[in-house]
């Protein structure tokens, strides 16, 4: 008998097994659709430089500059996952693909961050109130991420753990194209806060260029009267763009109303939106439990390139030279205070 008959014989052939036995083929990446109303595709055209006729074009041109230039890259190559780089650097495929590696390199580099992050995992932080996004967004579109440090009480568990709350709520915020176009705008509320505390916050401010989301406008209230030395301080790592954006207001709630308006805001900055609610907010990052985990709970490929290549092109600066320069703030921080 012919050795092609023995293997006949001892392995069943594809032909034999049933329907349900057949292995399944790997699911294909879901198609993208655009989700943006007409205006929002006006919007994203005038400000993005986002032209839909050309939008697929261009994502497979940063996908084919991932391929190329970081070829081992862990990262998803979906349309819409990459549409989020190209739209926060204005389809310019260089800045995008730089923020792209950014964005891993600062995942891979801060792994008490961003290791085993899913909102189970920070339930302590989430019902403390430290954060949420206020239910209406501004006129503009913006949704506003409200964070309220004198939540935190540092004996209770670490910043880490606040930031990673912060990134959570971002990653979560991201995934809407509306967001991606408009925005988000930032509330920070320093009553009763002590300059030590306020410290603190500096390093993620200034690592937010790793992050692909457009923030539109800073505005800090209650904040002691130093906080101005803080910033002065932490200014230097900013992007004049992003430092041009950040408000001090102070107690001055009629100054906080010029730039958001009193019927999206709490009664606790003067509006008329009744009381500040944290629970919806904490439910629906509770219901995207599973996105997280298979986001964020798997292991890194021992192949990533950026566990062992320069991430950067030359002349830019690197996540570990940033890691450097944010160990410098804190120190410089913690010594005034």
Not at 27 to 38: A, K, M
Not at 47 to 74: G, I, N
Request: net charge negative; glycine share 4%; hydrophobic share 35%.
């Amino acid at each position: 008998m012919s050795e092609e008959s023995d293997s006949l014989r001892t392995s069943p052939s594809v032909a034999s097994l049933s329907e349900n036995e057949l292995p399944l083929p790997p699911p294909e990446p879901p198609g993208y659709v655009c989700s943006l109303t007409e205006d929002l595709v006006t919007k994203a055209r005038e400000e993005l430089q986002e032209k839909p006729e050309w939008r697929l074009r261009d994502v497979q041109a940063l996908r084919d500059m991932v391929q190329k230039e970081y070829p081992h890259l862990s990262t998803s190559l979906d349309d819409a996952f990459l549409l989020r780089f190209l739209r926060a650097r204005k389809f310019d495929y260089d800045r995008a693909l730089q923020l792209l590696v950014n964005y891993h390199s600062c995942r891979r580099s801060w792994p008490e961050v961003f290791s085993n992050l899913r909102p189970s995992a920070l339930k302590d932080v989430l019902n403390s109130g430290f954060l949420t996004v206020l239910p209406d967004t501004d006129p503009r579109g913006c949704h506003v991420l409200c964070i309220r440090p004198d939540r935190w009480i540092p004996s209770s568990y670490p910043i880490t753990e606040n930031i990673r709350a912060v990134y959570l709520t971002l990653e979560k915020l991201i995934q809407s194209e509306e967001t991606q176009v408009n925005g988000i705008v930032i509330l920070a509320d320093y009553k009763g806060v002590s300059l030590s505390k306020a410290s603190h916050f500096g390093p993620f401010i200034a690592k937010k260029d790793g992050f692909p989301i457009r923030i539109k406008a800073v505005h800090i209230v209650n904040e002691p009267r130093i906080f101005k030395g803080i910033f002065a301080i932490i200014k230097p790592f900013l992007k004049e763009k992003i430092a041009n954006r950040f408000f001090l207001h102070g107690s001055d709630l009629n100054s906080l109303h010029t730039n958001l308006p009193r019927n999206i805001l709490p009664k606790e900055y003067g509006g008329t939106a009744g009381e500040l609610d944290t629970a919806s907010w904490n439910a629906v990052l509770l219901a995207s439990e599973e996105d997280f985990v298979k986001e964020f709970c798997q292991p890194v490929p021992a192949c990533d390139s950026l566990l062992g290549q320069p991430l950067l092109p030359e002349g830019l600066i690197s996540d570990a030279q940033c890691d450097d320069s944010m160990r410098a703030v804190k120190s410089q921080l913690y010594s005034c205070y």
